[in-house]
T-cell receptor, first 112, second 113 residues
């Protein structure tokens, strides 16, 4: 069974600063995908970034980038130049056998 | 592309009543998923369909829960004889095989009193 662990229940950072959210996972599969989803307060889940396990290059989407360490089974999200609109719950998720397994989330607050 | 839609957005019901939720996926997506999310937790997988076939059900899906996807389009999730423990956000997501990216709807928040 796959497990996803997010060890930071809450984080806060000043606007324009950089913040890194941690995620570790456990799986015996060799081919899988990892995602970070954002869930703003009372709004729907939005895909932020994805990483294919077979790719060594870390994914980047504008201000969002990941640090994927396959051997360590680590998948952290870095948000650069944080903005007030980044305030949300962030979920790390794993998919290897058709269904997503989510972590418990990190509540990120951007302070003006 | 109008995105994934869910109806209703909120449902308050009394214990013991039956409820039904609807999900309309992105039109060309052939995979449809249901998840349940309780407060402060990540979503948990319930079941998924490829076209009209239900391919997997979680152990979380008791006999009181049933899901359908007639004709491979919209899907319904029914909960019979609701219990207070069923109170949660029910999320629907869809994807296009072979992509693993799932797109979520806004969810249906169920409150059982």
């Amino acid at each position: 069974a796959q497990t996803v662990t997010q060890s930071q229940p809450e984080m806060s950072v000043q606007e324009a600063e950089t913040v890194t959210l941690s995620c570790t996972y456990d799986t015996s599969e060799s081919n899988y995908y990892l995602f970070w989803y954002k869930q703003p307060p009372s709004r729907q889940m939005i895909l932020v970034i994805r990483q294919e396990a077979y790719k060594q290059q870390n994914a980047t989407e504008n201000r969002f980038s990941v640090n994927f360490q396959k051997a360590a089974k680590s998948f952290s999200l870095k948000i650069s130049d944080s903005q007030l609109g980044d305030t949300a719950m962030y979920f790390c998720a794993f998919i290897g056998n058709e269904k997503l397994t989510f972590g418990t989330g990190t509540r990120l607050t951007i302070i003006p | 592309d109008t995105g994934v839609s869910q109806d209703p957005r909120h449902k308050i019901t009394k214990r013991g009543q039956n409820v039904t939720f609807r999900c309309d996926p992105i039109s060309e997506h052939n995979r449809l998923y249901w998840y349940r999310q309780t407060l402060g937790q990540g979503p948990e997988f319930l079941t998924y369909f490829q076209n009209e076939a239900q391919l997997e059900k979680s152990r979380l899906l008791s006999d009181r829960f049933s899901a359908e996807r007639p004709k491979g389009s919209f899907s319904t999730l029914e909960i019979q004889r609701t219990e207070q423990g069923d109170s949660a956000m029910y999320l629907c997501a869809s994807s296009l095989v072979p992509s693993y990216e799932q797109y979520f709807g806004p969810g249906t928040r169920l409150t059982v009193t």
